[in-house]
């Protein structure tokens, strides 16, 4: 009977191999590797305005959001004009709380294609909320950099790691527990892999994680195949999502448009009889 170290060692190596030995034209392994690469990361931030920024970027990629947000005005950034150039003082000193005027002012300015609903939890009021309560979040800090070592201050600590995200859910409208990973890990903060429906799915179905468990404990399990599989859990978040996924979003050429589909069940019925068979 295998430990439990070296059954998530056997799991990641099988997700690390299973994509390229599809022979799907372009998904090489080095494709892939390149994928699980931090280098690929956007650099970060150098100012207060850059990293409101990237707050409200990280904020459209929860659900449906994206298309709504996002592709409706030709990207986040389009959202300068409104929002003083992301300076979040000014958004704070212009708006105070009242989030309906600015969905006023994004209408009236970038007029969004498609429907605008106006119910508080609707995707365009709730995003106008997450602008607002973003703002209030950044202006705390006086520059970028104090930011960045008030989150090495949580990052150095095993123990200490995990309250960051649960923190940032709270104190950012419409950032939950996966948003906040998935906001730090793309600022190159490789100890955050972010709990999401693939990786539950994957490590669920496997045994790697229990059925009913919360994105606490799939962050944990996560972290804990990383350790085993003596890769970072960047390195193994992103494993297992790209076959969830299917989306190489840094190469249109592959597929269609970067995506080859889905293959996380097609992964399951292939990885789940070799572990059985070691458990």
């Not at 929002?83 to 009236?108: C, M, N, Q, R």
């Not at 106006?118 to 930011?147: K, M, N």
């Not at 404990?217 to 804990?224: D, E, G, N, T």
């Not at 840094?250 to 070691?278: S, T, V, W």
Request: aromatic letters at 12%; glycine letters at 8%.
């Amino acid at each position: 009977m295998k430990t439990i170290a070296e059954i998530d060692k056997t799991a990641y190596g099988l997700a690390r191999a299973y994509l390229p030995r599809l022979n799907i034209t372009g998904v090489t392994d080095t494709l892939v590797e390149r994928y699980l690469n931090p280098a690929s990361l956007n650099p970060r931030p150098t100012t207060k305005q850059g990293l409101y920024q990237r707050v409200l970027e990280s904020a459209q990629n929860a659900n449906m959001k994206a298309g709504v947000i996002g592709r409706s005005i030709g990207g986040v950034g389009k959202l300068a004009p409104v929002l003083e150039s992301f300076a979040p003082d000014a958004v704070l000193a212009k708006y105070g709380t009242d989030w309906l005027t600015i969905l006023d002012d994004i209408v009236k300015t970038l007029k969004p294609r498609g429907q605008i609903r106006r119910t508080p939890r609707s995707i365009w009021p709730h995003y106008c909320q997450t602008i607002l309560s973003a703002a209030t979040f950044v202006q705390q800090f006086g520059t970028a950099d104090e930011f960045f070592a008030w989150v090495d201050f949580f990052d150095r600590d095993d123990r200490a790691r995990p309250s960051l995200p649960m923190l940032l859910s709270h104190e950012i409208e419409g950032f939950g527990f996966a948003l906040s990973c998935d906001f730090l890990k793309e600022l190159g903060y490789l100890d955050f892999p972010k709990p999401d429906v693939h990786l539950r799915d994957i490590f669920t179905a496997l045994g790697l994680l229990q059925d009913g468990e919360d994105d606490y404990q799939l962050f944990k399990a996560i972290v804990r195949v990383a350790r085993n599989a003596n890769v970072t859990p960047y390195n193994a978040d992103k494993t297992f999502w790209l076959i969830g996924s299917g989306f190489f979003y840094d190469d249109p050429h592959i597929g269609n448009n970067g995506r080859i589909g889905n293959h996380k069940q097609e992964f399951i019925k292939y990885a789940e009889p070799m572990l059985r068979k070691i458990k």
